[in-house]
């Protein structure tokens, strides 16, 4: 069983501290060759419980809910497959895929040294899935750039920009320090957008939302250029579960993976899908940007200019104050009773 664990999709390692209980979950999209899953399972010896499923999406009865029905068995317990049918209620669905629920992201030109993520929607009347819903993105930002948490807590600024409410801002938050300073990854930010109501929008209008951001200070390099890449934020609706629904026995769900473990345990997410296929997208969900930076060549001279300015400069007050002391000397040799004039 290990040794597909390096063509996996994800690999999530779990332990309860409570019942001292160890679980790893695997996940791959596709089977490891073109023939398909023709995996062989052995528990001869019986010292591991292996339970094996093939299962299908099925129409859930409630809006919120996953249903899965197949068959499982318990290798070396069962004589035969036992089909199963059952539904749970689920944290994470999509909307349904077409041009009116996706969103691009893109730098408004041109990008300076404060660059705007522009995140552009198709439609303003894009409904949200129920009434206590939420629209929100998550960016997940390298060290390279950053979120100016201060000027994100001006609620007038916010307002302009098609923004709501910043609810967290972790990580490397610092205004002054370069890129090479910063220890940590980087930095994450979640933001509560302000959509058009759509109970008040009639006609399918774009709008947009703008987030602005900070580059840092790179390293010089020979082209007086560096490439930064930012990826694609997330955008989703944050949507309350009702009363009752029990989100908790949910096999499927991957929990506390970044924003989810900001809302609450009954918070249910409606993903928008990103629209690759604008402007021929091709590079994926990253956005590259061209930095001006120093160069290496001139990097040499400003280093040995930066020396004698100092140096120089240095010596100057060291004059000015030897030239202070010997005026001193002179006016108070000057006071003494011996150097007075005769009447």
């Not at 030109?109 to 629209?135: K, Q, V, Y």
């Not at 390293?219 to 930064?228: K, L, V």
């Not at 040799?333 to 009447?343: I, R």
Request: contains cysteine; charged residues 20%; proline residues 8%.
């Amino acid at each position: 069983m290990a040794d597909g664990l390096d063509s996996a999709g994800y690999v999530d390692i779990d332990f309860d501290t409570i019942s001292q209980s160890l679980s790893i979950s695997t996940f791959r999209g596709k089977p490891l060759d073109e023939i398909g899953w023709t995996e062989r399972f052995n528990n001869s010896g019986g010292a591991i419980k292996i339970e094996i499923g093939v299962l299908a999406s099925e129409k859930p009865t409630e809006p919120e809910e996953l249903s899965l029905g197949g068959f499982l068995t318990i290798v070396g317990e069962d004589d035969k497959p036992n089909p199963t049918l059952f539904s749970f209620p689920a944290r994470h669905h999509k909307i349904s895929k077409t041009s009116l629920s996706q969103y691009e992201a893109s730098f408004v030109s041109p990008t300076g040294l404060h660059p705007i993520l522009r995140l552009d929607f198709a439609s303003s009347s894009t409904e949200p899935p129920s009434e206590n819903c939420a629209l929100h993105t998550y960016l997940t930002l390298p060290s390279t750039v950053f979120p100016d948490k201060y000027q994100l807590s001006s609620p007038l600024f916010l307002a302009s920009k098609n923004l709501r409410l910043v609810r967290s801002v972790s990580g490397e938050t610092d205004l002054e320090a370069p890129d090479w300073a910063v220890e940590r990854w980087g930095s994450a930010v979640l933001i509560e957008l302000a959509p058009p109501d759509h109970e008040l929008t009639a006609t399918v209008d774009p709008w947009y939302a703008d987030i602005p951001l900070h580059l840092r200070y790179l390293r010089p390099s020979e082209s007086g250029f560096s490439s930064a890449e930012i990826p694609w934020p997330v955008v989703f609706w944050a949507c309350t579960a009702e009363e009752g629904s029990k989100m908790s026995v949910n096999p499927f769900d991957r929990v506390n993976l970044g924003y989810d473990g900001l809302f609450g345990p009954k918070t249910m997410f409606y993903h928008l899908d990103p629209a690759l296929n604008k402007h021929n997208n091709t590079e994926g969900l990253v956005e590259r940007l061209l930095v001006p930076v120093l160069t290496t060549a001139s990097n040499t001279w400003i280093e040995s200019g930066t020396v004698i300015v100092v140096v120089s400069g240095f010596l100057w007050v060291l004059w000015k104050l030897l030239v202070v002391a010997t005026k001193r000397d002179v006016l108070t040799e000057a006071k003494q009773p011996g150097n007075k004039k005769a009447q």
